[in-house]
């Protein structure tokens, strides 16, 4: 006996309200790491002092190495997860990770350089992870495919962008 519309329906609220909750256990986690930035800057701060040191014994630098290599996977792995559940843009995961470290890196740097500033001014952590969501040119269905109306957007976005860099380069 085929399934009632209603039926259908609770089933597409279930599966709804699942991928809601995996998004948000995604993206409370990838804020735990953000906000872990924040309040102690000075963890990676040493990090790089490890790595960057040429007196750093190899043995040291090694596992500070294996160390920055296992955060920069579980991001990725937390991203693939926001993907899978298209909370989380479905960009090519290797550059949203790069991405991400490079903001991080950038406010421990500023954390060192400027901390009164970093205190101050350290971006709320919806600034970061926003780089993370979907916008228009890169939501993608579950199935991962851009759609076509995806592709007419980006294309209108592309020309006019196309169209202010010339009217920019006309004035000058």
Do not use: C
């Not at 991928?19 to 986690?29: G, N, P, S, T």
């Not at 960057?52 to 014994?57: D, L």
């Not at 290797?94 to 903001?103: C, I, K, N, R």
């Not at 970061?128 to 976005?157: A, C, H």
């Amino acid at each position: 006996m085929p399934r009632t519309e209603e039926a259908n329906q609770r089933i597409r609220e279930a599966q709804r309200a699942k991928i809601l909750e995996a998004a948000w256990k995604v993206f409370a986690r990838l804020s735990r790491l953000v906000e872990s930035r924040r309040e102690h800057p000075e963890f990676s701060q040493l990090h790089y002092q490890v790595l960057s040191e040429e007196a750093t014994p190899s043995d040291l630098r090694e596992q500070a190495f294996r160390y920055g290599q296992a955060f920069q996977d579980r991001l990725r792995h937390l991203i693939v997860e926001g993907q899978a559940t298209g909370e989380v843009t479905g960009a090519d995961p290797d550059q949203l990770v790069t991405a991400v470290l490079a903001s991080l890196d950038g406010l421990t740097r500023l954390a060192l350089i400027n901390p009164e500033r970093f205190q101050k001014h350290f971006p709320d952590t919806r600034i970061i992870l926003g780089m993370l969501k979907p916008d228009d040119m890169t939501k993608r269905d579950i199935s991962g495919k851009i759609s076509t109306e995806d592709v007419r957007q980006s294309e209108r976005g592309r020309e006019h962008a196309d169209s202010k860099s010339q009217r920019y380069h006309d004035v000058l």
